[in-house]
Each structure stands twice: as C-alpha cells, then as structure tokens.
C-alpha cells in the first residue's frame, strides 16, 4: 500500500470569484482567514461589478499579518502583478464571456431547483 505525505503550505496568491450567494464570505471571512494564515496575495473577482480586487499582506508575509489597502482594476485596465511580473492582460479580457453569458441567462426564477 503508498503511503500518502501531507504537504501543508500557504500559496502566494488565492483568487475568489463573488456571486451573490458568497460575497460576505468572501470579503469578510475569507479574507481574515487567508490574512491569518499569510497568504500574500487574495483577490476578489466580481463579475457583476466587472472588478478584481487586489489585496497584497504588508511587510513579511508572517509578520505584518495585514492587508494593504485594496487596488481595485476595471475594464480598461491592465491585469497585472508582482507575481508575474512579465505578464499583463486587458481585465475587460478576463470578463468578456461574464457578459455574453448574462445576455443569454435564463432569469433567476426560471432556473431549476436542485429539487427538481
């Protein structure tokens, strides 16, 4: 039989998509967890609002413990981040299909229950 080894490590970066449903978790709880636990960069994708939020931690990542102010990119502006500081993308490129799809979108009442 394998034995199986538990890796237990933090990612630089965590990237949450927002719905309705979710959204106080997200920019609430979530966020204090990853600050917590030294993940260095969280961002907040809303695709209703067309945003990403970017939070980086200040100082050392196991130090500060504290989230910068957030730097919030719309369309119009470039994706980037010290992450991958080589790459750069348009963030109206990372919402393109968000608004096809609420074109095509069955209203919210004329989805189908779990249930169902």
């Known amino acids: 039989m394998a034995a199986y080894r538990v890796f237990e490590v933090v990612p630089n970066l965590v990237i949450e998509v927002i719905s309705p449903s979710n959204t106080d978790r997200d920019l609430v709880d979530k966020l ?3 600050r917590r636990n030294g993940v260095r960069h969280y961002w907040i994708v809303d695709p209703r609002a067309g945003a990403i939020n970017q939070r980086a931690l200040l100082g050392e990542a196991y130090v500060a413990r504290a989230y910068g102010a957030p730097i919030t990119l719309r369309e ?16 109206a ?5 968000v608004r096809e799809r609420k ?10 229950s779990p249930e169902s």
């Open 32 to 34: 204090d967890i990853h």
């Open 93 to 97: 490129r990372i919402f393109r299909n």
């Open 76 to 91: 119009g502006e470039p994706l980037t981040s010290p992450l991958f500081p080589d790459i750069a993308t348009p963030v």
């Open 103 to 112: 074109r095509n979108a069955r209203p919210h009442y004329a989805r189908r």
